[in-house]
Structure formats: C-alpha cells, structure tokens
C-alpha cells in the first residue's frame, strides 16, 4: 500500500523558513523520479520541484529556484523541500507526488504571514 505524508508544515513569519518532509512507503523509493507541488484555492496545481532518482538532477520553479532547494535520503524513504525568504504569496498547500503516478499525499498547509 502506497503511502506518501507530508509534515513540517505550518505558519511562519514572512522572511522564515521551513522544511517540509514526505515520508514515502509501500513502494521502492530509491528509484523513483519525485516531485512537490503546491496549489491555493481556485488555482492549478503547479509543480515547485523535481528530484530524479539517485540525486543525478534537481529542478526547481524559476520562480522559487533562489529561495527553495529540494534533496532526498533514500535511507530514510523521505523527500525534503527546503522554503527560505518566505513571503504571503508562498502560501498554499503543499503536495509530494511520485512523478508520473496517481499518488500523492494529503497535502500540508503553509501559510506565511507579514
């Protein structure tokens, strides 16, 4: 049974940081492509970050790409996105996905306030 959870969510200053985790189960982690997303209401999911299998690249929105890093620790099953210099427009869920798959976990909150 597939299993992907998010946690580190939460409010934060504007100007702070947070960094979520997705702790990944029931498959084999190691090799495979996984993504974070975030969304707002009334908005698309949008893809911030890619990290392929055995950390050979990384990819981040351009948008974020100065401000948010993503990494990966295949012995912990987990997937990080690393958020700095937070501001009011990161606020949204935030989902991870194994890239080209239905799963996804719940999603977790940040909400970054001035």
């Known amino acids: 049974q597939v299993q992907l959870v998010e946690s580190g969510g939460g409010s934060v200053q504007s100007g702070g940081s947070l960094r979520l985790s997705c702790t990944a189960s029931?498959?084999?982690?190691?090799?495979?492509?996984m993504r974070w997303y975030r969304q707002v209401p009334g908005k698309e999911r949008e893809v911030i970050a890619t990290?392929?299998?055995?950390?050979?690249?990384?990819n981040v929105e351009e948008t974020v790409m100065d401000r948010f890093g993503i990494s990966r620790d295949d012995n912990k099953n987990t997937v990080y996105l690393q958020m700095n210099r937070l501001k009011p427009e990161d606020t949204a869920r935030y989902y991870c996905?194994?890239?080209?798959?239905?799963?996804w976990g719940q999603g977790i909150q940040v909400t970054v306030v001035s």
């Open positions: 990290i392929s299998v055995g950390d050979h690249f990384r």
């Open positions: 029931g498959f084999k982690f190691a090799t495979y492509e």
């Open positions: 996905r194994r890239s080209e798959s239905d799963f």
